[in-house]
């Protein structure tokens, strides 16, 4: 055969090949290349390697967003070193704010920390922060007890450290920095949610709790990263409920995940200096929805059980709910260690806070997930400190969100 003729009947096959693969792509565009990205994720583990601590100003040739993603994972890694302190001591300083949630050192500490390396880093930013400086002012005893733990937590990694701008020069300033996460929020420029421990209940408790950043530019979730120091470093161990219980401080727990708008979700064991090598994640593929294990709240104050109960026997699911508190949940279904995520309104009138979703919300959506309320609309953070426009949330894997949705809808149809 002429080598010509060879050549050109390959080049037919080529040709008839990427047809194919374009008339796929065309016909199911929402679902083809994320099924097409997530096939092709399992064939090859990416590592990511952390970037260097120092800033660079060559932010041109970088990915978007990697050094807003570099900050906040420092900035999450040292308040959970505070955390964990907290956590490790037995006198957590508790009282009550006007809600009558329950506050802690840690929550004043962690969201000091976090805001003096946003501030550090990208000065013009607006915060939206849970916790206010009030309690702090009139506190002097609880004041000192922040003030100590706040000097306390550094990273190990001198440069690291440098990166977040060093330590803070007095108590008086720590308060006023506190008091920087006072944003409306808002559907216009650079804003960034902290919840600094989310979960405080399950904090308490000995069980789950989150350190949260996000970041959202017009309205719109590019960066999230969430430290929990109670979830195994592992993403491959089993889901259940006691896994917070008996933490120690040690290597091999905590884990610090994370995600960029378009860039996937990421896994890395949670530190003291600088970042830990990081891989990505994504939600294990799932055949069927009665197959599913899914995540609910602890506190029935927070997520109707009742209803998931009802909703899970419609969908045929027979694995009791695990349930965990904080942002936890997210994370452990972005790494595939669950399936579902439920929150089902308890109060008609409540509105879900940005600082409680916006890291989860993209992380979930970046391991391949579908994140929305339970009327199957996405999570809207363009309107203040609160997602007003939305009820409850449902988090699944793309598969079977709109299977999952139908349920939900049935169920608090009916009501
Ligand atoms: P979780 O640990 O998932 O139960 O969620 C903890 C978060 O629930 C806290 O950070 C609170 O902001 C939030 N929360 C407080 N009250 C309610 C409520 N009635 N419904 C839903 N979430 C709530
Ligand atoms: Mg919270």
Redesign the pocket.
């Known amino acids: 055969m002429q080598p010509g003729t060879s050549r050109s009947k390959s080049s037919i096959v080529v040709l008839f090949v990427s047809l194919v693969i374009l008339a796929f792509s065309f016909l199911t565009p929402s679902t083809f290349l994320p099924r097409l990205r997530l096939f092709t994720s399992h064939f090859a583990p990416t590592t990511i390697r952390p970037l260097t601590t120092t800033t660079t100003n060559t932010t041109a040739t970088m990915a978007a967003y990697s050094q807003e993603l570099n900050i906040a994972l420092l900035a999450v890694q040292r308040a959970s070193i505070l955390t964990k302190s907290v956590f490790h001591s037995h006198a957590k300083g508790t009282l009550s704010k006007n809600?009558a949630?329950p506050v802690t050192i840690g929550d004043f500490g962690a969201q000091a920390l976090i805001i003096a390396a946003l501030q550090h880093a990208f000065p013009n930013d607006e915060i939206v922060a849970?916790e206010e400086a009030k309690d702090l002012r009139e506190n002097e005893s609880l004041r000192n007890l922040v003030w100590d733990l706040v000097q306390n937590a550094r990273l190990s990694d001198a440069a690291a450290e440098e990166t977040l701008g060093g330590p803070m020069k007095s108590a008086e300033q720590m308060l006023d920095i506190i008091d920087k996460g006072d944003s409306k929020g808002g559907a216009s420029g650079r804003i960034w949610a902290i919840?600094p421990i989310?979960?405080?209940?399950?904090f308490l408790r000995g069980g789950?709790?989150a350190v949260c950043l996000g970041l959202m530019v017009d309205g719109d979730v590019k960066v999230g990263v969430l430290g929990l120091p109670n979830l195994p470093e592992s993403d491959s161990e089993p889901l259940v409920e006691s896994m917070g219980a008996e933490q120690t401080d040690a290597a091999g727990k905590g884990v610090l995940i994370s995600a960029v708008q378009g860039q996937g979700a990421v896994s890395r064991a949670l530190g003291k200096g600088a970042l830990a090598e990081g891989h990505s994640i994504h939600m294990k593929p799932l055949e069927k929805v009665s197959e599913a294990t899914f995540c609910?709240?602890?506190?029935a104050?927070?997520?109707s059980q009742g209803d998931a109960a009802d909703i899970a026997r419609k969908l045929g699911i027979t694995k009791p709910s695990v349930r965990?508190?904080?942002?936890?949940?997210y994370g452990s279904i972005a790494r595939g260690a669950g399936d579902l995520y439920l929150?089902l309104?308890?109060?008609k009138d409540?509105q879900?806070?940005i600082?409680?979703h916006a890291a989860g919300d993209l992380i979930v959506r970046e391991a391949g997930g579908e994140v929305t309320d339970t009327e199957g609309k996405r999570l809207d953070f363009s309107h203040g400190r609160t997602l007003k426009e939305n009820k409850g949330v449902i988090a699944a894997p793309k598969s079977v969100h709109a299977e999952v949705i139908e349920a939900v809808k049935s169920v608090l149809g009916g009501k």
Do not use: F, I, L
């Open positions: 809600d949630s849970e919840d989310d979960g405080t209940k399950g789950q709790y609910e709240s602890v506190e104050g927070h997520s965990m508190d904080s942002q936890a949940k929150r309104p308890v109060k409540y879900e806070k600082w409680d």
